[in-house]
């Protein structure tokens, strides 16, 4: 599935196309699985236009799961058949996911563990490893309070199950119907919207330690709960930088990767799926994340 300029999914065309050559220290990778993540949408519009270089035709995708069938050369670390994930974005948007065949350099793949479906695994990789960062950031521990703003969404849901592994006290701002949600995982719910502060300052008496923002807009809730010398970073706002927080991205990280889905393995960590979708039906899924009509990932079926 390909886009020969900007616009909205009404831009993407299924084609054919050569398959990718595989250099050193790269795997080719049977694509069974992506996943839908706003960027991908916001990327084919043109949102990244002045810091990613696109090369038209280009594939979006950045989520995958699938087998390795080729190795290219000096790359011991997986054989071919292996099964693998990966967040597979890259520094030129052109080659993505939403292909049968995609390659990755080696340091950004993980094996997927026995009893983790392709469905899972092909959903995880940004949104887990950009929870995974945030609460490495806040640097938490069993003594402390943490607020999360979108605490239930396909971020904050990761991240609020990953904080509460902290044995920190974990508060999370979302709506009233998804408040048994987070109680089920250990989480405080709040609800979000006009009155916020005031609710954090009951749940909270002594303040917050930290505050992870997965929503952006929040900036003076944040400040208004966090204590003096308290943690605080964001995904969504960079104005954070001048309040002494931490604005962060997503990077590709095979290691960070494989804890996560080793922890999916074990029962510890849950990941949302609302549907799976045929790779021909990637502009209706891109429409219904870009409508907010899907609660969780969607998953795109390329190949089984």
């Known amino acids: ?19 990718a050559k595989v250099g050193p220290s790269q795997i080719l990778v049977r694509v069974t699985r992506s996943s839908v993540n706003p960027v991908d949408w916001k990327v084919m519009a043109g949102g990244l236009d002045e810091m990613l270089e ?13 087998t390795v069938e080729k190795v290219g050369p000096d790359t011991p670390e997986f054989s071919v058949g292996d099964r693998v994930a990966a967040y597979a974005r890259k ?20 094996r997927i563990p026995e009893g983790v479906s392709d469905d899972v695994a092909a959903a995880l990789p940004l949104t887990g490893l950009t929870a995974r960062r945030a609460v490495n950031a806040l640097d938490l521990t069993d003594q402390d309070t943490v607020l999360l703003h979108a605490a239930s969404g396909g971020v904050g849901y990761l991240a609020s ?11 999370g701002t979302c709506s009233p119907e998804n408040f ?12 979000y919207g006009d009155g916020l502060v005031d609710r954090v300052r009951d749940a909270a008496p002594k303040g917050v330690d930290a505050v992870a923002d997965f929503v952006g807009g929040v900036l003076e809730s944040t400040l208004s709960v966090l204590n003096d010398g308290g943690r ?31 922890l999916v393995q074990a029962g510890d960590l849950t990941v949302d799926i609302d549907r799976t979708l045929p790779l021909e039906q990637l502009p209706e899924a891109y ?3 870009r409508e907010g009509e899907a609660q969780g990932k969607i998953v795109i079926r390329v190949q089984d």
């Open 180 to 191: 048994e949600k987070l109680r089920h995982i250990g989480v405080v719910p709040l609800e």
């Open 91 to 110: 520094m030129v948007n052109e080659g993505g996911t939403s292909a049968e065949f995609v390659t990755i350099p080696v340091e950004f793949a993980a």
């Open 161 to 171: 199950q990953l904080a509460v592994r902290t044995g920190a006290t974990v508060l």
């Open 1 to 19: 599935m390909t886009y020969a300029k900007y616009g909205d999914e009404n831009v993407l065309e299924l084609i054919e196309r050569p398959e």
């Open 54 to 66: 696109t090369k038209f035709p280009a594939i979006p995708g950045w989520d995958v799961a699938g």
């Open 287 to 289: 429409r219904l994340s």
């Open 232 to 262: 605080h970073v964001s995904i969504a706002d960079p104005a954070v930088l001048e309040h002494g927080g931490r604005w962060l991205w997503v990077r590709p990280d095979g290691a960070g990767l494989t804890e996560l889905l080793s």
